[in-house]
């Protein structure tokens, strides 16, 4: 049962700064979720908190205790790594009681604690098996096993289902969020993968280039992105970006060909005729023929089943992706650009504009 | 992208069967030249083993005949009838002219050596390459290339300084001075080294949150891993500690040290007087043993060590 804060950390390798200056408060038994691309700084800040690197600045404050000069052992955490990292020498006992012996508890306790673990992961039958032995699912549990029998403060899960093929990794996914809720351990839980972010977390922290660029949760980041860069990110497919700029009183966007698109919210902050940023999700494309539609040359369907995503060309060459449910064919699209779901971001600084 | 597949094409109507090749002159010529490569591969093989394994029957022939049958000048293919008192010879009471020391003495000694060589090597080697691979310290590669360099400097290039050394510690005649020199070994770091660099690095991180401190992960889980890498370098540094010849000539004086690829070449007199040929080559088939017991019985673990890494 623990609190976690970073206050202020930055890391740079050399020159190159990797972090710069994360803020963050985990709340006791929150899984929040940090995503973003390959080299966003999203493991080194995970490795920071883990005591593995050591922050150029900033602190590191697990229940209240300032632990950025600690090492790893000392900071009652425990980390699920992505390839695992079973000793492969030793069998899934000797994995899950390592930690454990090396603290100099007694036999029995280690007993009671690992055959706990392996109880509620369903691995008890494996416990005399190593590691070469078992299927990555199962390597998975062990990794988990090993993380629960330290009964930490935090739990620290570095892409920890990335190895595993999707079908295993969706049910994986289920297994973490279900044991964090039931063991009520704060987590850190890092992955570059949107889906596993939006469903684990709590909240998510969206990294872009070393500094967090939207910290909530996760439906209010979908609905709400804070700025271009996040609405980009989260989405499958991603957001369709719209150049534009503000007209009318600030009260409506004037798109490139001259069409007038009235904010259904009321005006934004900002000067006349501002360069904006349109931001309409695939599947607020609304197909239909009507005054002030565009019609889209069909470039490319791909059906997914249950719903089809049609890549499309409007007139002035703006590209738009559309999702439609059910099967389309054809090579024209006529769409409308409902004003509801409209995402108005600054063009400049990439930040979302509010009424 | 992979696994768009092709629409699936309509199933051409069979094919009547080919009729078989019987005899055909093209089936005859490619029959032939097989058997004629085979014979060309066996037979070279053949050739090498004879080459290898001619010398060591000569010596085992040898040993089984007496002194006047080898003096004669006669070169026997056939193994005689003294082989029994031939080798209580050797290994009681030593051969050649001077009556020197016994083998079994000579062996004894050849194996602390070799062993005392082999079991230190290794152990350097580990730690150097312990340090050198997993610790983060100024001069790293400073140390690296350091023991890289000594590569180049076999025992025989330093041994006038070594020998100076060790007499003014005055370690001449004794096992230490024996072994101590022959020890620092980097073909071994190189290899441990090159071993350590595929140990994932997250071993050494889930380590430092288990708790285990550098020994204790050196203990637990660097050595373990290593099990098969050492057992390969045993075999192979066992065998050059028990080869050495010119570094425990120059430092043993005491006969009763010494070992038996010395003594070996001690017991060939090079003056007039008739070497007993079937004591040497007796001492010699006894100085044959244990290397070869010691391949044959790790040979597993040696070929194993050599090509697998287990992870």
């Known amino acids: 049962m623990a609190t976690l804060s970073l206050r202020d950390v930055k890391k740079s390798f050399a020159a190159t700064s990797v972090l710069h200056g994360i803020d963050l408060e985990v709340a006791d038994g929150e899984l929040v979720v940090i995503v973003g691309a390959s080299g966003c700084g999203k493991s080194t800040l995970l490795r920071i908190v883990a005591g593995l690197e050591t922050p150029t600045s900033g602190q590191v404050v697990i229940n209240g205790r300032d632990v950025t000069g600690l090492e790893p052992a000392d900071r009652d955490i425990a980390m699920v790594f992505q390839n695992y990292a079973l000793y492969p020498h030793m069998t899934v006992f000797g994995n899950m009681a390592y930690g454990l ?18 109880e509620i992961l369903g691995i008890g039958p494996l416990l ?46 289920a297994e ?86 009235p904010f259904a919210d009321g005006p934004r902050k900002g000067t006349a005729g501002m360069p904006i940023t349109l931001g309409l999700r695939p599947e607020h494309v609304e197909p239909g023929d009507g005054p002030g539609s565009i019609q889209l040359s069909v470039e490319l369907i791909e059906p997914l ?9 409007a007139p002035g060459g703006m590209a738009v992706t559309a999702r439609m449910p059910g099967a389309f064919t054809g090579d024209r699209l006529p769409v409308r650009l409902p004003p509801a779901q409209l995402h108005v971001f600054d063009a400049d600084s990439g930040r979302r504009l509010d009424p | 992208m992979e696994g768009t597949a092709a629409p699936a094409p309509a199933i051409p109507p069979a094919a009547p069967l080919a009729e078989p090749i019987r005899n055909d002159a093209l089936l005859r010529a490619t029959r032939r030249r097989r058997v004629v490569s085979r014979l060309i591969a066996h037979g070279a093989l053949l050739l090498g083993v004879l080459i290898v394994a001619f010398p060591i029957w000569m010596t085992l022939v040898g040993s089984t005949h007496d002194a006047n049958t080898i003096g004669r000048g006669d070169v026997p293919l056939l193994p005689g009838i003294h082989a029994a008192e031939n080798y209580a010879t050797a290994w009681n009471e030593g051969g050649g002219r001077t009556h020197t020391t016994p083998a ?66 005055n370690l001449g005649n004794t096992w230490p001075g024996l072994v101590i020199p022959l020890i620092a070994s980097a073909t071994a770091t190189l290899l441990f080294r090159q071993f350590f660099l595929t140990i994932p690095d997250e071993f050494v991180e889930a380590a430092k949150i288990d708790g285990a ?7 637990d889980v660097v050595l373990p ?75 597993r673990w040696f070929v194993r060590g050599l090509t697998e890494t287990e992870k």
Do not use: C
């Open chain 1, 101 to 118: 012996k090396i603290r100099g508890m007694a036999k029995a306790e280690i007993q009671r604690r690992v055959a706990a673990a392996a």
């Open chain 1, 128 to 173: 005399e098996r190593k590691p070469k032995q078992l299927s990555g699912g199962q390597r998975q549990r062990v990794a988990m096993g090993r993380a629960i029998v330290r009964e930490p403060a935090l739990f620290l899960f570095d892409e920890p289902l990335s190895n595993l093929d999707a079908k295993l990794r969706v049910q994986m996914r």
């Open chain 1, 176 to 261: 973490i969020r279900r044991l964090q809720r039931r063991l009520g351990v704060t987590s850190l839980f890092v992955t570059h993968d949107q889906v596993e972010a939006m469903t684990l977390g709590d909240r998510l922290v969206v990294m872009n280039a070393g500094r967090p660029a939207q910290v909530a949760p996760p439906m209010e980041i979908f609905s709400r992105p804070a700025d271009i860069y996040v609405a980009g990110f989260i989405g499958s497919p991603s957001m369709n970006f719209i150049p534009a700029s503000l007209d009318q009183g600030n009260g409506s966007a004037r798109l490139a060909d001259g069409t007038l698109i």
């Open chain 1, 305 to 313: 089943g249950s719903e089809t995503v049609v890549h499309g060309r």
């Open chain 2, 104 to 169: 079994s003495v000579m062996l004894r000694n050849s194996l602390i050596m070799a062993v005392a060589i082999a079991i230190g090597k290794i152990a350097i080697s580990i730690l150097s390459a312990y340090a050198v691979v997993f610790f983060a310290f100024p001069g790293r590669m400073l140390a690296f290339w350091a023991i890289f360099i000594t590569l180049m400097l076999p025992v025989e290039v330093r041994i006038i300084p070594t020998f100076q050394v060790i007499v003014d510690l």
């Open chain 2, 213 to 219: 401190g550098p020994l204790r992960f050196l203990k």
């Open chain 2, 225 to 299: 891993l290593s099990l098969t890498n050492i057992a390969a370098l045993f075999v192979i540094l066992f065998i050059y500690g028990w080869n050495q010849y010119l570094w425990p000539l120059l430092i043993i004086n005491d006969r009763s040290m010494e070992t038996i690829v010395v003594g070996l070449s001690k017991m060939i007199g090079r003056g007039d007087s008739q070497n007993e040929w079937n004591t040497i080559m007796a001492t010699a088939v006894l100085a044959l043993l244990p290397p070869v017991l010691v391949v044959a019985l790790m040979q």
